[in-house]
């Protein structure tokens, strides 16, 4: 008989937790077939420390064993019009291996009760045209805008 396999733990990560971000950012560069920019020139462990400390940058991890299986990382973005935030949803992957578990909604429930912990009062995020999954998922979860997106080059 087959050990069972370990349970997947949804943890948010903090200064100390080096490893795992690591291990995130290979996640992210396997599942978006992106390696070159998640893995090409990684961020000192000083930088990465610093960005794991601000109460600006979130990265939650879904972590089975030794290994991340999934994750988010997500920016609070402080508001001027009110003394509010909002929570932009930058990266959210789950391993092939791992889809269909309710990994990427657990890791999205973290997300909301940090949000709601940090005073934001809503948590937003873009999907890509032709990405279905991720459009069902955030469907699911939240209220669709159609918006435009615009990248603008900085000199």
Known sequence: ?????????????????????????????????????????????AY????????????????????VVGGLAAYVLPKFEQARSEVYLYDLAVADAYRRRGIATALIAELRRIAAAQGAWV?????????????????????REDVMHFDIAVD
Do not use: C, H, K, N
């Open 48 to 67: 990465l420390g610093r960005l794991l400390a601000r109460d600006t940058f979130i990265a939650v991890a879904a972590v089975q064993g030794d290994a």
């Open 1 to 45: 008989m087959a050990a069972p396999e370990p349970e997947v733990a949804i943890r948010a990560l903090g200064p100390s937790d080096l490893g795992l971000m690591r291990g995130m950012l290979r996640m992210f560069g396997r599942e978006f077939d992106d390696m070159p920019t998640y893995t090409a020139a990684p961020p000192d462990d």
């Open 123 to 143: 948590v937003f995020v873009q999907a890509d045209y032709g990405d279905d999954p991720a459009v069902a998922l955030y469907t699911r979860l939240g209220t």
